[in-house]
């Protein structure tokens, strides 16, 4: 795996051996960042379920402000502290927290942080035919805290396998969605574009 494009376009990025992590490929982090354009320039990222950090990397090198990177597992995080290293990306945009994505989201939003790109690619869940999806993706939407975490007019990426059928919860609209292998890429916004702060 690599970092497609930007000042460290090109730079190898390590993924930890085993089951518990399914880095996002190249050709499909392409498709996502190609059609995402200039809108990672300048943006605060918040990338869940990290794993190896690529998303995070990605946005970083193609000229996001700011990214906070969630992964649960230790070994993990010191994955991706290894890879933004490797990269010659600078550090300090960066910040790798060691924490479920759900605890994650419900205190972020407490903290009242805001980010303008939130990037979500979890463990794909099974078929769900004839019954709603308990996948971490469905999980990640159905989430209270998790709208509130969208700056004005920011962008939700989320993946998850073809098999698994998520459903989208009121409050959410589709605005594309990549098709690769088995994977899907939904970009989403809330349904409403007043800021909540300000309504």
């Not at 795996?1 to 930007?6: D, H, L, P, S, T």
């Not at 989201?105 to 019954?131: C, H, S, T, V």
């Not at 409050?171 to 809330?190: C, I, N, P, T, Y």
Request: charged share 25%; proline share 6%; net charge positive.
């Amino acid at each position: 795996m690599r970092i497609i494009g930007g000042i460290a376009g090109g730079r190898l990025i390590k993924v930890p051996k085993g089951l518990g992590v399914r880095p996002t490929p190249d050709l499909v982090r392409q498709a996502i960042f190609n059609s995402l354009g200039d809108r990672v320039n300048g943006a605060t990222v918040l990338e869940l379920f990290g794993g190896s950090g690529a998303l995070s990397l990605e946005c970083l090198s193609r000229g996001a402000r700011s990214a906070v990177c969630i992964e649960k597992s230790g070994r993990h995080a010191a994955f991706i502290k290894d890879n933004l290293r490797q990269s010659g990306l600078p550090a300090a945009p960066l910040q790798v927290r060691v924490q479920d994505a759900f605890a994650a989201i419900a205190q972020l939003a407490a903290d009242g942080r805001r980010f303008d790109l939130i990037m979500a690619d979890p463990p794909y869940g099974e078929k769900n035919l004839g019954r709603r999806s308990e996948s971490f993706a469905q999980r990640t939407l159905d989430d209270p805290h998790l709208p509130a975490l969208l700056a004005g007019g920011g962008l939700l990426v989320l993946g998850h396998a073809r098999r698994d059928t998520v459903t989208l919860p009121p409050g959410w609209e589709e605005r594309k969605a990549l098709k690769h292998g088995d994977s899907v890429f939904r970009m989403l916004q809330r349904a409403t574009a007043t800021d909540p702060e300000t309504a």
